[in-house]
């Protein structure tokens, strides 16, 4: 089976008990280097509150915030791991008990339906998910989209969990090579799976 494997976004997440959301005001975003001038901000669709916020900048990376949890996804390559390892570089106080690095991909192909037999009239399936091991933790595969059969969506997510609370300035880890490792594990995998 040959399939067309495209990616269409990466992702950055740190789950922690306290991100400060309102930090991602434009001084910050540009003292850290994630964004240079306020020009990269859509503010139409932006907002900061003490409870969350969600910034949408001009390349169509998309930050949200809140207490608990930080999330960076952009159809740009390494935008949200770059965007991340500069946050985590100027907020090294923040514990942190979760990374995420993920990646969503599309997989085209005339002959989707043969990934499961869909001869079944009472049941369609919505999603199957796979789950590896790997060095510093876990990674899972999820396939999603079957009722469409021309094209199937593959989130990988690749989980760095901790034992216990640890600080941003303590990750062991760069986020930007590893990113671009997973990247190229991710899309080798895929193509191990679909050849």
């Excluded at 964004?35 to 990376?61: H, M, Q, R, W």
């Excluded at 390494?78 to 990374?99: D, L, R, W």
């Excluded at 469409?148 to 593959?154: E, G, L, N, Q, Y």
């Amino acid at each position: 089976m040959s399939f067309e494997i495209k990616k269409i976004e990466s992702s950055f997440v740190i789950l922690a008990l306290q991100h400060n959301p309102t930090i991602l005001l434009s001084g910050f975003l540009k003292d850290s280097g994630i964004i240079d001038s306020d020009e990269e901000i859509n503010f139409d669709n932006s907002f900061v509150t003490p409870a969350g916020g969600e910034i949408y900048l001009i390349d169509k990376t998309f930050i949200n915030i809140t207490p608990n949890k930080l999330v960076i996804k952009s159809p740009v390559d390494n935008s949200p791991f770059e965007k991340g390892a500069k946050y985590c570089k100027h907020q090294t106080f923040v514990s942190y008990k979760a990374i995420g690095i993920n990646f969503k991909f599309e997989l085209k192909n005339n002959s989707i339906d043969k990934l499961i037999n869909f001869d079944d009239d009472i049941f369609e399936p919505e999603h199957v998910k796979v789950r590896f091991s790997h060095k510093k933790g876990k990674c899972y595969i999820t396939l999603k989209n079957f009722k469409d059969r021309d094209s199937v969506f593959a989130d990988f997510n690749f989980d760095y969990k901790t034992q216990e609370l640890v600080k941003l300035g303590n990750i062991d880890f760069d986020i930007v090579e590893e990113s671009k490792k997973n990247l190229n594990l991710a899309e080798k995998k895929l193509h191990e799976i679909f050849a």
